[in-house]
Nanobody, 120 residues
Framework: QVQLVESGGGLVQAGGSLRLSCAAS????????MDWYRQNPGKRRELVAR???????EYAVAVKGRFTLSKDTTKNIAYLQMNNLKPEDTAVYYC??????????????WGQGTQVTVSP
């Protein structure tokens, strides 16, 4: 009932920039949080950034000052602008959206993931 489409990953040199997008569609009544996580093989998925109407934006220490998360409320799209990328930012990035459906049920959906690779 909720679909997430991610885009914007790719290969970039250290110091470069990428912008990830996460578009949510379906029978959405409201969105509580739109998050970006990242994960490398054999490691746990970690929260990179979160945006919510109640609490604003939050960032992992490792990306604060370099990444900016914003949201287009009218289109239900979250954008993660990643600047000054470092090789340690290399990971698969996942979008996660939590909210309520038109029938008042809650949803907690994950995107398919998009690869970000930063070369030295």
């Amino acid at each position: 009932q909720v679909q997430l489409v991610e885009s914007g990953g790719g290969l970039v040199q250290a110091g470069g920039s990428l912008r990830l997008s996460c578009a949510a569609s379906g029978t959405i009544l409201s969105i509580k949080t739109m998050d970006w996580y990242r994960q490398n093989p054999g490691k746990r998925r970690e929260l990179v950034a979160r945006i919510s109407d109640r609490d604003g934006t939050e960032y992992a220490v490792a990306v604060k000052g370099r990444f900016t998360l914003s949201k287009d409320t009218t289109k239900n799209i979250a954008y993660l602008q990643m600047n000054n990328l470092k090789p340690e930012d290399t990971a698969v990035y996942y979008c996660n959206v939590i909210g309520a459906l038109l029938d008042d049920d809650e949803y907690d959906e994950w995107g398919q993931g998009t690869q970000v690779t930063v070369s030295p």
